[in-house]
């Protein structure tokens, strides 16, 4: 006999985690959690969130202490109703703008009395002292914090090598000032680069202990602000429904903020207006558009029964809907669902220093020690060794790590402003270096995402003007997308439209009207049927041809007799041939994504020379094609501009958002292309390319320059001023190696 074992409930729980500093940070977290019976953790350091999986009956405290113990924070989240603001209510980055602010004031003095002779003043490293010791002990705190937590887990990042190299050149400073020689009245730096061995109790190191610390901190800060947007999207997208709306109480319409709305009730929406939440036409007719949450291009007619998504626009009638799902069930709190997850299942990548420092400092420390070994067993005084052993520490602390990432950042995203391209942050160019494909949303990214007149198909004696102008000046009437794309495209061939003597809109058929003494009817084929204005052959022909490649055509009557066939469609951009051209001459396989139907998408596909096509995609959906093409070894980026976009955005190794779409799309990608031109995501790789090469050779000669001192601290050849120039020489590399990136051209040339 087998007993069957009872069955687990398990629990999603979040943690908000603070006090990490880089990627390892969230790897030593999830660890320790995932030691827990029971327990799957994934900790993301760019949310800086846990999910956790666990047994129902754990107490969540458990988990904080757990985070605790490793040298981290931890809390659950807080429900609020109210944005935050990113900078303003955050402790951490208010904390980082106080210390770089305060060690930019102190340090700039300290450095330039320090490298500037004729400003050494009688006493001036005492002046400089009082000036350094807060920067190095106050500012530098986090630094000394997170090495410690390092130490204690054997780890070592750039914190452990920036608070090793400021804390030796502080405390050698002090030993100087104090017990040697350094502290006596008109002592000077001279501008000499000479070597010679000393016992270096006659040298301060402080210009090196606070310039590290300023630099260092301008990137932590840098990086911090960019990394606390990764909520945005959530917030963007929850803020796209009705905030109130109006509901029928006993037949009277009552205007209620939209989250006091309960299942089964009635509310109405009108022409312009959201839905407030999702549910089913109860009465009216409507043309309804759901394109930023399903991707259609065209508007969906709906009616009596039909179900509606919450935040979708009425596009036409009155509409009398009851509501079925509210809150956390709806669909666009379900999409929001989908954003979190993928967001917090994003690979996350290690800063490139971090992953240098953890094999350079143990090196360093090394050679320290071997230094200190050699000098005694040579024969040397103890206090010459030291210092030899000291100086070692601190000519291996490059302040030009601190610049290696945010000079380049600053100078490749300023040029990729400059060409409509917006980059977040540097684990974003690290995402576009393997990239192989690139998945486009179709309408709005590939297409312009709005109704266009492409063709006017027109009977024997009929001429075009005269059929745009007595169409258009009825479909000018009507506030559906069709009917304004003719509008539109008959104002600006023909001019100015006459006024209809009058108007009706046929449900569900198109409209009818008198305008300049005629009866036009301009709708579907069955409304001119009713009127016994038959197609003719080329008339339905040009209908039926229009249909197979899946665009809306739209018949045209008058007078009795039928006129013109329009042709409507979402229009492809004219860059978007050109752009897939460029895309391929990258390396990169180019997919159509998209929720319209597969004749659409494959019309689209071959105009712009796209092979592989994925159409009638549910959001959800989307996600999941790039969770396929991501398990079959692709590194994907994807390319979208609405909210049915967001989580696939989210999920993908490289997100990038049209700039001409919605909020929720440009918060969740990592790059926003501005200028709505697809040619840009060419530009927006090869830029992020770029600019991750540049980050690449910075730190390289960031820790060069101060590897080819090391042989002259561990002989006893180190003087304050090739400490100085070494920190100053890299430092002026890495900005003139970043500056490099202004020349970067877009790929058309223009500028």
Request: aromatic share 4%.
């Given at each position: 006999m087998?007993?069957?074992?009872?069955e687990?409930r398990?629990?999603?729980?979040?943690l908000?985690?603070?006090?990490?500093?880089?990627?390892?940070?969230?790897?030593?977290?999830?660890?320790?959690?995932n030691?827990?019976?029971?327990?799957?953790?994934?900790v993301?350091y760019?949310?800086?969130?846990?999910?956790?999986?666990?047994?129902?009956?754990?107490?969540?405290?458990?988990?904080i202490?757990?985070?605790?113990?490793t040298?981290?924070?931890?809390?659950?989240?807080t429900?609020s109703?109210?944005?935050?603001s990113?900078?303003?209510?955050?402790?951490?980055?208010?904390?980082?703008?106080?210390?770089?602010?305060?060690?930019?004031?102190?340090?700039?003095?300290?450095?330039?009395?320090s490298?500037?002779?004729?400003?050494?003043?009688?006493?001036?490293?005492w002046?400089?002292l009082?000036?350094a010791?807060?920067v190095?002990?106050?500012?530098?705190w986090?630094?000394?914090?997170?090495?410690?937590?390092?130490?204690?887990?054997?780890?070592?990042?750039?914190?452990?090598?920036?608070?090793?190299?400021?804390?030796?050149?502080?405390?050698?400073?002090?030993?100087?000032?104090?017990?040697?020689?350094a502290?006596?009245?008109?002592?000077?730096?001279?501008?000499?680069f000479?070597?010679?061995?000393?016992?270096?109790?006659g040298?301060?190191?402080?210009?090196?202990?606070?310039?590290?610390?300023?630099?260092?901190?301008?990137?932590?800060?840098?990086e911090?602000?960019s990394?606390?947007?990764?909520?945005?999207?959530?917030?963007?997208?929850l803020?796209?429904?009705?905030?109130?709306?109006?509901?029928?109480?006993?037949?009277?319409?009552?205007?209620?903020?939209s989250d006091r709305?309960?299942?089964g009730?009635?509310?109405?929406?009108?022409?312009?207006?959201?839905v407030?939440?999702?549910?089913?036409?109860?009465?009216?007719?409507?043309?309804?558009?759901?394109?930023?949450?399903?991707?259609e291009?065209?508007?969906?007619?709906v009616?009596?029964?039909d179900p509606v998504?919450?935040?979708?626009?009425n596009?036409g009638?009155?509409?009398v809907?009851?509501?079925?799902?509210?809150?956390?069930?709806?669909?666009?709190a379900?999409?929001?669902?989908?954003?979190?997850?993928?967001?917090?299942?994003?690979?996350?990548?290690?800063?490139?220093?971090?992953?240098?420092?953890?094999i350079?400092v143990?090196?360093v420390?090394?050679i320290?020690?071997?230094?200190?070994?050699?000098?005694?067993?040579?024969?040397?005084s103890?206090?010459?060794?030291?210092t030899?052993?000291?100086?070692?520490?601190?000519?291996?602390?490059?302040?030009?790590?601190?610049?290696?990432?945010?000079?380049a950042?600053?100078?490749?995203?300023?040029?990729?402003?400059?060409?409509?391209i917006?980059?977040?942050?540097?684990?974003?160019l690290e995402?576009?270096?393997?990239v192989?494909?690139?998945v486009?949303?179709?309408?709005?990214?590939?297409?312009?995402?709005r109704?266009?007149l492409?063709?006017?198909?027109?009977?024997?004696?009929?001429?075009?003007?005269?059929?745009?102008?007595?169409?258009?000046?009825?479909?000018?009437?009507?506030e559906?997308?069709?009917?304004?794309?003719?509008?539109?495209?008959?104002?600006?061939?023909?001019?100015?439209?006459?006024?209809?003597?009058?108007f009706?809109?046929?449900?569900?058929?198109?409209v009818?009207?008198?305008?300049?003494?005629h009866?036009?009817?301009?709708?579907?084929?069955s409304?001119?049927?009713?009127?016994s204005?038959p197609l003719?052959a080329?008339l339905?022909?040009?209908?039926?041809?229009?249909q197979?490649q899946?665009?809306?055509?739209v018949?045209?009557g008058?007078d009795?007799?039928?006129?013109?066939?329009?042709?409507?469609?979402?229009?492809?951009?004219?860059?978007?041939?050109?752009?897939i051209?460029?895309l391929?001459?990258?390396?990169?396989t180019?997919?159509?994504?998209?929720?319209?139907?597969?004749?659409?998408?494959?019309?689209?596909?071959?105009?712009?020379?796209?092979?592989?096509?994925f159409a009638?995609?549910?959001p959800q959906?989307?996600l999941?094609?790039?969770r396929r093409?991501?398990?079959?070894?692709?590194?994907?980026?994807?390319?979208?501009?609405g909210?049915?976009?967001?989580?696939a955005?989210?999920?993908?190794?490289?997100?990038?958002?049209?700039?001409?779409?919605?909020?929720?799309?440009?918060?969740a990608?990592?790059?926003t292309?501005?200028?709505?031109?697809?040619?840009?995501?060419?530009?927006?790789?090869r830029?992020?390319?770029?600019?991750?090469?540049?980050?690449?050779?910075?730190?390289?000669?960031?820790?060069?320059?101060?590897?080819?001192?090391?042989?002259?601290?561990?002989?006893?050849?180190l003087?304050?001023?090739?400490?100085?120039?070494a920190?100053?020489?890299?430092s002026?590399?890495v900005v003139?190696?970043?500056?490099?990136l202004?020349?970067?051209?877009?790929?058309g040339?223009?500028?």
């Amino acid at each position: 006999m087998t007993t069957a074992r009872p069955e687990v409930r398990l629990a999603d729980i979040e943690l908000e985690i603070g006090g990490m500093t880089c990627a390892s940070c969230a790897m030593r977290i999830e660890k320790k959690l995932n030691k827990l019976d029971g327990v799957v953790a994934s900790v993301n350091y760019a949310t800086e969130k846990a999910r956790v999986t666990a047994p129902a009956e754990l107490d969540p405290q458990t988990l904080i202490a757990e985070v605790e113990k490793t040298g981290y924070t931890a809390v659950l989240p807080t429900p609020s109703t109210e944005p935050k603001s990113d900078e303003q209510t955050d402790p951490e980055l208010v904390s980082l703008r106080q210390r770089l602010i305060g060690s930019i004031v102190l340090s700039v003095p300290v450095i330039a009395l320090s490298m500037i002779p004729a400003l050494q003043f009688t006493n001036w490293q005492w002046a400089s002292l009082t000036l350094a010791a807060p920067v190095i002990v106050w500012a530098a705190w986090p630094f000394h914090r997170a090495a410690w937590t390092n130490l204690r887990h054997g780890a070592a990042t750039m914190d452990t090598l920036v608070s090793v190299g400021t804390g030796a050149a502080f405390l050698w400073s002090l030993y100087a000032l104090f017990f040697g020689t350094a502290g006596m009245p008109g002592m000077q730096h001279g501008f000499e680069f000479t070597v010679a061995p000393s016992d270096g109790a006659g040298n301060i190191y402080l210009e090196v202990a606070s310039g590290v610390t300023m630099f260092v901190l301008a990137g932590r800060y840098f990086e911090k602000r960019s990394k606390k947007q990764a909520g945005a999207a959530l917030r963007a997208l929850l803020e796209l429904g009705a905030k109130d709306v109006a509901v029928l109480r006993k037949g009277v319409e009552v205007r209620v903020p939209s989250d006091r709305l309960a299942v089964g009730d009635e509310f109405v929406v009108r022409p312009g207006e959201k839905v407030a939440t999702d549910g089913v036409i109860v009465s009216g007719r409507s043309a309804v558009d759901a394109s930023m949450l399903t991707g259609e291009s065209l508007p969906v007619e709906v009616g009596e029964g039909d179900p509606v998504i919450g935040a979708t626009v009425n596009a036409g009638g009155r509409l009398v809907v009851r509501a079925t799902r509210i809150g956390s069930d709806t669909q666009l709190a379900q999409m929001a669902k989908l954003v979190q997850d993928a967001q917090s299942g994003k690979a996350e990548v290690q800063r490139l220093a971090d992953k240098v420092a953890g094999i350079f400092v143990p090196i360093v420390i090394g050679i320290a020690l071997v230094t200190l070994a050699g000098w005694l067993i040579g024969g040397f005084s103890v206090a010459s060794a030291f210092t030899a052993a000291v100086a070692v520490l601190i000519i291996a602390c490059p302040c030009a790590l601190g610049l290696a990432t945010p000079t380049a950042l600053l100078v490749g995203t300023g040029r990729g402003a400059q060409l409509g391209i917006l980059i977040k942050g540097p684990e974003v160019l690290e995402s576009t270096r393997k990239v192989d494909t690139v998945v486009l949303d179709k309408t709005g990214t590939v297409t312009t995402g709005r109704m266009t007149l492409l063709d006017v198909v027109v009977a024997a004696s009929t001429t075009r003007a005269e059929v745009l102008r007595l169409a258009g000046a009825l479909e000018d009437s009507s506030e559906h997308p069709i009917a304004q794309a003719i509008a539109k495209a008959a104002t600006q061939e023909v001019g100015a439209l006459p006024t209809p003597e009058s108007f009706a809109n046929v449900e569900g058929q198109g409209v009818q009207g008198i305008v300049n003494a005629h009866a036009v009817l301009v709708g579907r084929e069955s409304l001119l049927a009713q009127w016994s204005q038959p197609l003719d052959a080329a008339l339905s022909e040009a209908m039926a041809a229009a249909q197979r490649q899946g665009r809306t055509a739209v018949a045209v009557g008058w007078d009795g007799q039928a006129r013109a066939v329009l042709v409507v469609a979402d229009a492809v951009k004219a860059s978007s041939a050109e752009a897939i051209g460029a895309l391929k001459a990258l390396g990169l396989t180019p997919v159509l994504l998209t929720g319209d139907n597969q004749t659409v998408a494959e019309q689209v596909a071959a105009e712009v020379g796209i092979t592989e096509v994925f159409a009638e995609v549910l959001p959800q959906d989307k996600l999941e094609v790039i969770r396929r093409l991501q398990a079959d070894g692709k590194v994907v980026a994807m390319v979208g501009d609405g909210v049915n976009d967001a989580a696939a955005l989210a999920q993908a190794d490289l997100g990038m958002a049209m700039g001409t779409g919605t909020d929720v799309a440009i918060q969740a990608a990592d790059i926003t292309l501005v200028r709505g031109d697809l040619r840009a995501v060419s530009d927006a790789i090869r830029l992020s390319r770029s600019t991750l090469g540049t980050i690449k050779v910075n730190l390289f000669w960031a820790f060069a320059y101060n590897v080819a001192a090391i042989p002259l601290a561990a002989f006893g050849l180190l003087n304050p001023m090739i400490a100085g120039a070494a920190m100053a020489f890299s430092s002026v590399f890495v900005v003139g190696n970043s500056l490099r990136l202004r020349s970067f051209r877009s790929a058309g040339g223009t500028r």
